[in-house]
């Protein structure tokens, strides 16, 4: 069953409150929403999620420890439409787990995993038309290389996107694994699974994860009310350096003013960056999947 990464640090870091509104972006199977609506009593939850496997999991769990909830079927880039809609304009704490939850990986039918046998589909909103099949049967020899080698930091995207021209059509996810090994030089086979990287990227690809989380983060620094707090956990390192460039940006003096001997106070930066933290040892060697995790923390003093 999906274990939550960093669960512990996510929950002491959002400074919950009693009556709290905090948003988690990544509702999955209710492991952080789980524990932080137990210590919101009087506060209210609101959670997004667009895998309705997840939902209706999560609705019963959740149901079971409060009614102080709202479940949004949505991509997170929705974040403030779906809560302006809804009358909320500010909130105490938001948080996204950017890991796909391993519910979908250990599903076979879904299409995330390159050890498993499935039809190519890698899709969190299974109501959407692009799939893993269509990207990897449809597109160009050039778009192919581009996202494997802008989304999944493939360093053989050319030799693979050869592969899988050569191939086509390619209906299920051990096949495009095989096509995958055979496109790349042994030694690499060695060193890690060599899909790893292409199935990311195409998963990427699929579910526009990285706009569409850019989008998000970029709202949520809108929606955070004074005091309140915005944890991202990260897995791999495009999404961690979106972050890392969007919190930069608002915690930063602008170059213009930082030699003035005094900073009028319109300048002065309106989020301070609290920390980074890593999974403990044991942590890892508990759960694999939080082996390339990392939570930033971020805090709106202005």
């Not at 209210?44 to 949004?72: H, P, R, W």
């Not at 890690?192 to 990285?210: D, G, K, M, S």
């Not at 709202?219 to 390192?237: K, M, N, P, Q, Y």
């Amino acid at each position: 069953m999906h274990k939550s990464v960093l669960l512990e640090e996510c929950i002491e870091n959002l400074n919950l409150k009693e009556n709290s509104i905090i948003v988690d972006c990544t509702l999955g199977y209710a492991g952080h929403s789980s524990e932080i609506l137990k210590r919101i009593k009087k506060g209210f939850l609101f959670a997004f999620d667009q895998d309705l496997d997840a939902i209706n999991y999560s609705e019963n769990k959740l149901n079971k420890i409060g009614n102080n909830f709202c479940v949004i079927k949505s991509n997170f880039d929705n974040i403030k439409n779906e809560l302006n809609s809804r009358n909320i304009f500010k909130v105490n704490g938001i948080l996204y787990d950017l890991g796909v939850s391993s519910p979908q990986l250990d599903n076979d039918e879904r299409g995330f995993s390159f050890h498993k046998d499935a039809r190519l589909d890698m899709r969190m909103d299974k109501t959407k038309t692009l799939d893993a099949y269509y990207v990897v049967n449809n597109y160009s020899y050039e778009d192919l290389v581009n996202i494997l080698y802008k989304y999944g930091e493939e360093k053989y995207s050319h030799s693979i996107a050869k592969g899988i021209i050569k191939n086509r059509p390619i209906t299920t996810t051990l096949e495009l694994s095989e096509i995958v090994k055979m496109s790349v030089p042994e030694k690499y086979r060695r060193e890690t699974h060599p899909a790893r990287r292409t199935f990311q990227a195409i998963r990427i690809e699929v579910n526009n994860e990285l706009d569409a989380f850019e989008k998000s983060l970029k709202s949520a620094l809108e929606l955070i009310d004074v005091g309140g707090r915005i944890c991202v956990i990260t897995f791999h390192s495009l999404e961690d350096k979106i972050c890392k460039d969007i919190f930069k940006s608002v915690s930063s003096i602008d170059d213009t003013v930082k030699k003035l001997p005094v900073i009028p106070n319109e300048y002065l930066p309106k989020f301070k960056i609290l920390k980074t933290i890593e999974p403990k040892k044991e942590e890892v060697n508990e759960n694999n999947r939080a082996r390339s995790a990392k939570l930033r923390i971020i805090e709106r003093i202005g």
